[in-house]
Structures are given as C-alpha cells and as structure tokens.
C-alpha cells in the first residue's frame, strides 16, 4: 500500500514594514505630519493635535511580530516642530521555531525640535528572538524623550524569561558626536539577566535617554531620590547635554507608576509646554 503523500509546508516569508514620518512647524499653525508613509505590520493612526504639538498613534496589530518580520521606523522633527510618538497597546515578539524579527529605528531631531517617543512594552514570548538597532541625531537646542519598555513574558501564561535572545544596539549623536552607545546581546539559556531576576523574578524593564539643552543642577540626584515602590532606579550623565534612566520594577503596574513619576520630572525640566495627553499615564499595563 502506497503511503499517503506528505504535505510539503512553504516556509513563511517574513513582512517588511514600517513608517517614515516627518514633521515641520508652520507659522500660525503648528507642527504638522506633513510626510508620512506606513506599511503593515505597523499601524498609523491619524495625527491629533494639541498647542503646537503634533502626536501620531504607532500600533502592531494584534498578531505582533513573526519570525523574519522586519519593522523599519524613521522619523524627523524638522526645526522648531514638536512631535510625539506613543503607542495604545502592547507589541508582542511571538514564538518562533527559528530566525528572529528586527525592529530598526531612526530619529533625527533638528534644532528647537522636541520629540517624545513613548511606547507600550515589547512582550517578549517564550522561544521569541528580537534584534534591535535604533540610532538618535540630535541637535545641540533640541530635546528628546526617548523610552523602551519590555516585558519578559506574557505574564497570564506564567512566562518568565522564556524568550530566546533580545539583542540591543542604541546609538545617539549629539551634533554629529556619538555621546551614548549600547551594544548588549541577552540570552537568558546561557544564564543571561540573572541579577535582573535576582532583584524582580518576574520584573519589567524601561530605558530613558532624555537630551536636553537645560543644564541638569540636581536633576540626577532628584531622580535617585524619588520614593519608588517595588521597583528600583539608576540615573547617569550624559557626556553632555543630557541623562540615562534605567528602571526595574516587580511588575508591569509597579512599573507604569515609576515612568509616570519619572516623566513628570523630566517635563518639568524642560520648561516647555507638553500637551496634556503627554502628561498622564497610560493604561496599557493594566
């Protein structure tokens, strides 16, 4: 008897997506998001508008990201505008059986331009693997708020440190001066992040680089000070011109609570004027 024919499975061909986004300040009028393209997976909603401020909406639909899915995000603040990217809903990195997905960014920031980039966490399945590369070109006048947010696992199905890699480069230019670099590759099957789990078994990552042209005074010192609860920080100069934050928290709630904290003091350091939807915390970790 002839044994029935084996299907043969195509391989899944990876999706290349992502946004190139620019905005420009115009007289009487404000920041607008006067050049945009988008690509699936990543989703744009329509940019909203508050004082002089233009806040564009970034989402990866429901299914997140797949082996071999590449995501490319670009985005320029041209001089004097003022633009946010935020994000409504978590991104998750799912299983893969092998390969990885890639996440790229790259900011410029042109003089008097502020940026905020603030998304919901990475969700790092079990077996996922992310690679990332994102590079920040500032002005010497511009501000930036840049921050990342990581999970390591889908807490409701008992994931903990499960995922397979997450590797990190980070550059930022000052000027056209390299004035933070990061380069970190983490496999938690080689015994990676253990003083990570050792602190918080379960515990949630962010990361902020906040540039500014306003001198820091005690601003590193005020932030080693804040009273967090479950949760721990440390806060470093820049070269020149700027901080690093870095936080862990015992869970996701514990640590909205800290980046909520810590980015009301970093707005108020600016003495600028950021819309209202910038200053409340959000309410994708709940």
Known sequence: MTPPPTEHQTPRTGVLGGARLTYTHRDAVGTRLTDQWVRPPLHLAKA?????????????PTAGLLDEDRLEVSATVA???????????????????????????????????????????????????????????????????????????????????????????????????????????????????????????????????????EPLGELVQTLHDLKVDHAVLGASPLRVGGLGVKILAKDGVSLRKVIFSVRNLLIAHTKLDFPHALQRAQTFFN
């Open 48 to 60: 909203y508008h508050q004082g002089d401020w233009a806040i564009s909406l970034l989402t990866s």
């Open 79 to 213: 001089a004097g505008a003022n633009a946010a990217l935020i994000s409504p809903a978590a991104c998750r990195v799912h299983t893969m059986n092998s390969g990885y997905a890639q996440v790229d960014q790259q900011y410029i920031v042109e003089s008097g331009a502020v940026l905020d980039v603030w998304p919901a966490p990475l969700i790092l399945q079990k077996q996922a693997a992310l690679r990332q590369t994102t590079r920040l070109d500032v002005a010497a006048d511009a501000t930036v708020l840049l921050c990342e947010v990581v999970s390591p696992g889908r807490a409701a199905f008992g994931e903990c440190f499960e995922f397979s890699e997450w590797t990190s480069k980070l550059r930022i230019y000052r000027e056209g001066k390299l004035l933070a670099y990061e380069n970190f590759s983490c496999v938690p099957a080689n015994g990676d992040l253990a003083d990570w789990r050792e602190v918080y078994p379960e515990g949630n990552y962010a990361s902020f680089y906040f540039l500014t042209p």
